[in-house]
């Protein structure tokens, strides 16, 4: 069983639609983090969260993106109004050095 | 500004021969190193990882040399098989927690049989 599960797999939404991704960490972590990585590129960082809130953000980390934990299980990363340069891969991390990725969301915006 | 870079996009290798990726990074006060391997559709899985105390370290058929004079890192795997076929990442950190990983833009590892 997968130390990070992120759901859904693939998501394809139409630009301005909000979207709302999800990781499921199996045993108990401090740290959480989101990253993107568009198709060919390297993976890159948007947020940390830690203590129930953002330890650090990214450029890309704007206003239209948002972090929970809302039941201290549950991480999510919403979207609030897609762009078409949203479309990426979004993986969810936890660990405080060495990190697990997830095996990532496909977002696609048409 | 922080930035990692790998010097060669793809590599290609003959089965059972040893491969090496390098990859160079700038800011001087990253503290810890980690490479990891990502399959087509997948997320970066972890390989090894190196410490700035130490200048190599080794794994199951993978060593991780750092040189911090220059800035340099490299991975080697050692009788490479095709399900080493996969796209490769350092990235940089510093320890502490909850710092993040600035990743290289990946070398494309490709096993020729």
């Known amino acids: 069983e997968p130390e990070v599960t992120q759901t859904p797999s693939h998501q394809v939404t139409q630009m301005g639609q909000e979207v709302i991704l999800r990781c499921v960490p199996i045993?108990?972590?401090?740290?959480f983090y989101w990253y993107r990585q568009i198709l060919g590129q390297k993976v890159e960082f948007l947020v940390s969260?830690?203590?129930?809130?953002?330890?650090?953000k990214s450029e890309i980390f704007d206003d239209q993106f948002s972090v929970e934990r809302p039941d201290g299980s549950n991480f999510t990363l919403k979207i609030r109004s897609t762009k078409l340069e949203d479309s990426a891969m979004y993986f969810c991390?936890?660990?405080?050095?060495?990190?697990?990725f997830g095996s990532g969301t496909r977002l696609t915006v048409v | 500004g922080e930035s990692v870079g790998l010097h060669l996009p793809t590599l290609s290798v003959q089965e059972g021969d040893n491969s090496i990726i390098n990859c160079a990074y700038s800011?001087?006060?990253?503290?810890?190193f980690i490479w990891y391997k990502q399959e087509s559709g997948k997320g970066p899985q972890f390989i090894i990882d190196?410490?700035?105390?130490?200048d190599k370290r080794q794994g199951q058929r993978v060593t991780v040399l750092l040189n911090k004079t220059v800035k340099h890192l490299s991975l080697q795997i050692a009788a490479t098989q095709p399900g080493d076929s996969a796209v490769y990442f350092c990235?940089?950190?510093?320890?502490?927690?909850?710092?993040?990983?600035?990743f290289g833009t990946g070398t494309q590892l490709k096993v020729e049989l």
């Open positions: 991390a936890v660990g405080q050095d060495g990190y697990t």
């Open positions: 045993s108990n972590h401090l740290y």
């Open positions: 969260f830690y203590n129930n809130e953002i330890s650090e």
């Open positions: 800011n001087s006060a990253s503290d810890y």
């Open positions: 190196i410490r700035s105390n130490m």
């Open positions: 990235a940089e950190t510093l320890t502490g927690g909850g710092n993040k990983l600035t």
